[in-house]
């Protein structure tokens, strides 16, 4: 009523502008002075009256009475008739108490006339916006056992190409939020599919992830700034987009009534440790890197987001490696595979350290079986997502290719630039899911080595196959905001805010 209350009176002040036009007395001419002096002086006469009836007459005739937003046309009916008595008053009340009745008619036609426009623009207005911006109530979600659509937040990257696959083959329907930042190429072959819809957006921004989570019953969120090297180009945007973005995804996901969100991590989380033992979910921290530190607190943002209703399963994924629609060679191994074919030598940094290794088809395996496990089994649950038999170091890794290279040059030297070195157990996720590796380290290289070898890879040192390299280039200029609003407070990012205090 206070909005409608304000909107009344800047209707009656057009209205005064437009009736001393139509008489004559304001010219262009006019100094700005007299003009709002004789606005003034058939304003004031009417303000506080025509708020005050208008808004009375609209209360009289139902239009602020609660109604469904489908039946919009009953509240322009009740606008209409409000409009119809308050211009019959007026002239009524001019012709009879003031004795001027041509005067209340040039005045309350264009008032009455202009305020039945504006109640129903804004009436119409909020109503498409609420359409497209609607939200299921929580005490209307669904809460569905049965999933038939999934959003893949990031469907076009790395892992989520491979798993949009997957999930239109076990006959899901699928839908694609990604910002296309590599292109729409890894998902060209699918475009067709009458199970696919594939929506170019920003999940940082509310009208494009609403419109994305509209009728989806989970939500795998994929999207983020991978890597550490692409990281760390620009702090405040990565932020914003591995931990802020999460965040908001998940409540929006709740919001939406949407049970079942499974979320990418990493094992990065783990960080320096002593290589040798076996790291369980529960074990210790030790992040090196603005990468890993987001993931921590995207973690927790969802630990807190949690509910009865809503469930995030949180994958914490090996290093990844192995040929996708979307193919990547700023990973170690594909890296690897790469160098041995075109340049026959290997450069091996930092050989000594450990990684868990696991295939892009196996990562996307893990997020169709996360989001098919029954949910009091994977809700609110942190898995390890790997194999305890592709636990390598980075020597070995690199001589199993040379393996498969014959001929090929190790070059291993040490550097402190990635101190990262930890062993994994998937023990947890092995007999919660069953899930273990389909596709052996050795196995993953000799498809990528075949892949380079073919020629149909282009170039591997294209920009467009790497994440930092693509993100310096082009990535950065779309997803940095002009003024981005990023705090990193201890109590919001407790990880980010002590990693980025020791960088300091």
Not at 81 to 110: H, N, T
Not at 461 to 472: E, T
Not at 484 to 504: I, N, S
């Amino acid at each position: 009523m206070a909005i409608d209350f304000v909107v009344a009176n800047l209707v009656l002040i057009a209205a005064c502008l437009c009736r001393l036009l139509a008489v004559r007395q304001l010219a262009s001419s006019d100094p700005i002075g007299s003009v709002v002096e004789r606005i003034n002086s058939n304003y004031l006469i009417n303000a506080i009256w025509f708020g005050v009836t208008a808004i009375g007459l609209l209360a009289v005739t139902g239009f602020y009475r609660p109604m469904p937003s489908g039946r919009i046309q009953e509240r322009l009916v009740a606008a209409a008739k409000s409009c119809f008595a308050g211009l019959f008053l007026q002239v009524l009340f001019g012709w009879l108490v003031l004795g001027r009745a041509l005067a209340a008619i040039e005045l309350a036609v264009p008032a009455w006339s202009m305020l039945f426009v504006a109640l129903s623009l804004t009436r119409v207005s909020r109503r498409s916006v609420s359409s497209w911006l609607q939200l299921i109530p929580r005490e209307q979600a669904r809460g569905v056992s049965h999933i038939e659509s999934v959003l893949v937040v990031g469907g076009a990257g790395y892992v989520g190409s491979e798993l949009v696959r997957q999930l239109l083959d076990a006959g899901y329907f699928v839908r694609v939020l990604d910002l296309q930042l590599f292109g729409l190429e890894p998902l060209q072959d699918l475009l067709g599919n009458r199970r696919l819809q594939v929506q170019k957006g920003d999940f940082r921004n509310i009208e494009h992830v609403t419109r994305a989570l509209r009728d989806m019953d989970a939500v795998v969120h994929l999207a983020a700034i991978v890597g550490d090297p692409a990281c760390a180009i620009d702090e405040v945007t990565t932020i914003a987009v591995n931990y802020q973005a999460a965040r908001m995804m998940a409540q929006m996901a709740r919001a939406n009534g949407i049970s079942r969100f499974v979320f990418a991590s990493t094992c990065s989380v783990y960080g320096a440790s002593d290589g040798v033992s076996a790291i369980t979910e529960t074990g210790k921290l030790n992040p090196v890197s603005l990468y890993a530190t987001t993931k921590i607190d995207a973690e927790q943002a969802l630990r807190e987001t949690a509910d009865e209703l809503f469930q995030p399963t949180m994958l914490r994924f090996g290093t990844a490696y192995g040929l996708s629609h979307r193919p990547r060679f700023d990973l170690v191994a594909n890296l690897f595979s790469a160098q041995a074919v075109t340049d026959g030598k290997i450069s091996v940094f930092n050989g000594h350290y450990a990684r868990p290794f696991i295939h892009v088809r196996d990562m996307a395996r893990a997020c169709r079986m996360s989001l098919e496990a029954p949910l009091h089994l994977v809700g609110c649950q942190v898995f390890n997502v790997g194999d305890e038999s592709q636990n390598y170091t980075i020597s070995e890794l690199g001589q199993m290719i040379a393996a498969h290279v014959p001929g090929t040059q190790i070059i291993e030297s040490r550097d402190n630039s990635d101190p990262r070195s930890y062993r994994v157990s998937f023990d947890k996720i092995r007999r919660t899911l069953g899930f273990q590796a389909s596709i052996d380290v050795s196995e993953g290289v000799r498809e990528m080595i075949v892949a380079v070898r073919s020629g149909r890879l282009g170039d591997w040192r294209d920009p467009i196959y790497s994440n930092s390299l693509q993100m310096k280039e082009y990535g950065l200029q779309v997803l940095k905001f002009p003024t981005p609003a990023v705090r990193t407070e201890a109590e919001d990012m407790p990880a980010t805010a002590q990693f980025l205090k020791r960088a300091a």
